[in-house]
């Protein structure tokens, strides 16, 4: 060891007596008790880092478990409306195809009604015709039965004047007789 060394490794007085080791001591437990506070600050922070990530994955995870069910409601609904729908156009096409059938059948009744109409009124011109020919048959029988009975009068008539006549001159022969005898 040379001078020097051994001069910076001269010990100052009460150094060693138990006054320094303490100060050591308090050093070290204040700097480990700083350490420790540090070490306790970073385990608080990391706990609090932790309970803040294991609140954010529940927080997540709820969200999720909303977002499926909401998806799942959705899909339900989507289903309810398709299968509505499909209802509706089952619906409409069936009542579109009965409108069809009934104006289909209201067409043909239709044509029916106006034929029975047009054979009706045909009916009744053609009985109404023989009616009309019965009547001008029952007319003109009249009056030929009416010109019967006039000529018949008429005979009748004619007869009886000459008849008339004849007894007229029957008479005027007697009366002449008579008067000759």
Known sequence: MTK???DTKRRRPGAGKGKGK???KRKR???EE?????EDEEDEREDEQYEAKKAEREWREWVTRQL???DKEAEKERKKTKITRQWMRETKARATEEMRTLKAEMITMREEMSKMKTETRKKAEEAKEAEETKEAEETEEDEDEEEEKKETEKMVDLEAEEAGSDEETEEEEEDVEMAEA
């Open 68 to 70: 499926m069910k909401m």
């Open 29 to 31: 437990t204040e700097e």
């Open 4 to 6: 020097e060394e051994t």
């Open 22 to 24: 303490e100060t050591k």
């Open 34 to 38: 700083d350490e420790e506070d540090e």
